[in-house]
C-alpha cells in the first residue's frame, strides 16, 4: 500500500505539481490584443449577405384587419415564382416560425408576427425583403 505523506499546513508549496501548471508555459496573445483580432476578423452581421443578383422585392405586412383580431404575417410581391416554389418556401418559413401560414393568391400568409424571421429566410432565398405597411 502506498504510503500516505502529510499535506504542509505552514504555506510551504505541497511537493506535487499542479495539473494547469503546464498552461503557464503557453504564450497566449493579451485580451486586448485577442478582442481586436476577434472582432476584425469573425464579425457577425445581423442581415444576411445579399446574394449578387436580387429575385425582387418582396413586401412584408403585418395584418389584423378582418382576421378576428388574429395578427397575420403575409408576403407579397413575388413575380415569375411558381406556385410549387411558393408552397416550398412558406413550408421552410412555417418550419422555421413554429406557425401555421398558407399560400393564397401569390402570397404567403404566416400566422402571428413573424416579420423578422419571414424577412430573414427570404433574404436567404435571393429575394429583398422589405417592410412595408402596419
Not at 388574429?70 to 416550398?88: C, N, P, R, W, Y
Request: glycine residues 10%.
Amino acid at each position: 500500500m502506498k504510503e500516505k505523506t502529510p499535506i504542509p499546513t505552514n504555506g510551504e508549496l505541497p511537493p506535487w505539481t499542479s495539473p494547469f501548471a503546464a498552461l503557464k508555459n503557453i504564450h497566449l496573445p493579451s485580451t486586448s490584443d485577442a478582442q481586436g483580432d476577434a472582432n476584425s476578423s469573425t464579425q457577425i452581421d445581423s442581415k444576411p449577405a445579399a446574394p449578387k443578383t436580387s429575385r425582387g422585392r418582396i413586401e412584408v405586412i403585418r395584418q389584423t384587419a378582418h382576421r378576428g383580431g388574429k395578427t397575420v404575417t403575409v408576403a407579397m410581391g413575388f413575380a415569375d415564382i411558381e406556385q410549387a416554389e411558393l408552397k416550398t418556401l412558406a413550408k421552410e418559413i412555417q418550419k422555421s416560425c413554429g406557425a401555421g401560414g398558407t399560400v393564397k393568391k401569390g402570397r404567403i400568409e404566416i400566422q402571428g408576427d413573424q416579420r423578422e424571421a419571414v424577412a430573414h429566410i427570404l433574404a436567404n432565398a435571393g429575394f429583398r425583403p422589405v417592410y412595408a405597411g402596419g
